[in-house]
């Protein structure tokens, strides 16, 4: 059966983040730094992933809209017939809805939590990005509920893929979760979805990024986006299994 995941190239733009802190993100572990792609290294980058067939892009970092050519590079995903997605927390919601209603952005996600978010949840093109930690289940659905009731129509339940146990929510917390994200989109008409880490390891998958792509701002490309992953390198032997056979 032919996949119909689009493949998917992450690439960070920059490694700058305006909440870096202890207290906004303790629990992340993303390289940081002053350092943005440039334009050209990234249009070039855009042309090796067309021939790769690579079909959409999603931009990171760091905070993506710090990087001060931002929509010259979504305009270049354009001008590349790619899908062009980013995620954001929310600290500029000005910007990101100015290039979401500029047709420069397929789609988006809002960390919940961060910046404000809530300002964004209701745009057409909106994911609201719902990162379960260890014990946060009751904080997690609480804003769920507040973004359905600020108008967000698409959920997206992520886990925590970093290496530091006293983030990392049980496979229980993880069910529990789903569940009543699920119950609460049944009965208000909310689309809910799980990234493919959370239904690994709820066991509704056996397989986890199929056609995905993470480049760094070095240019240097892997098959996930997070090192300490415990699925990363049954993941990785697949990819390089895959590219064999492709090259074969």
């Known amino acids: 059966m ?3 995941r689009l493949r998917l190239a992450s690439i960070e733009i920059t490694e700058q983040c305006n909440h870096a802190g202890e207290r906004e993100c303790p629990y992340c572990d993303q390289p940081k730094s002053g350092l943005f792609m440039p334009v050209r290294q990234f249009c070039g980058l855009l042309d090796e992933l067309v021939i790769d067939g690579i079909e959409a892009v999603a931009l990171g ?3 993506p ?3 001060p050519a931002l929509p010259d590079m979504l305009g270049a995903v354009r001008e590349q017939g790619l899908r062009a997605g980013l995620t954001t927390n ?3 919601p000005r910007l990101v809805l100015q290039i979401a209603d500029q047709g420069l952005l397929e789609s988006f996600g809002v ?6 978010w809530l300002s964004l949840v209701s745009h057409p093109r909106a994911i609201v990005n719902l990162l379960l930690l260890r014990g946060s289940v009751n904080e997690t659905i609480h804003q769920a509920v507040t973004a359905v009731r600020r108008g967000a129509k698409l959920l997206l339940l992520l886990g925590y893929k970093g290496d530091r ?7 229980a917390e993880l069910s529990d979760a789903y569940s009543m994200l699920n119950m609460l989109g049944r009965k208000l008409g909310v689309t809910i979805a799980a990234d493919d880490y959370v239904r690994r390891r709820l066991g509704l998958t056996t397989t986890c990024g199929e056609g995905f792509l993470s480049v760094r701002i070095d240019g240097a490309r892997e098959p996930c986006c997070f090192g300490s992953c415990e699925f990363r390198s049954n993941h990785t032997d697949v ?3 895959r590219l ?5």
Do not use: D, V, Y
Not at 165 to 171: A, G, I, V
């Open 111 to 116: 960390s919940a939590g961060k910046g404000e």
């Open 61 to 63: 970092g760091g905070e």
């Open 2 to 4: 032919r996949n119909e």
């Open 65 to 67: 809209t710090l990087h």
């Open 239 to 241: 990819a390089q299994s």
């Open 244 to 248: 064999t056979e492709r090259i074969g």
């Open 90 to 92: 929310a600290s500029n």
């Open 165 to 171: 146990p006293e983030f990392r929510s049980s496979t």
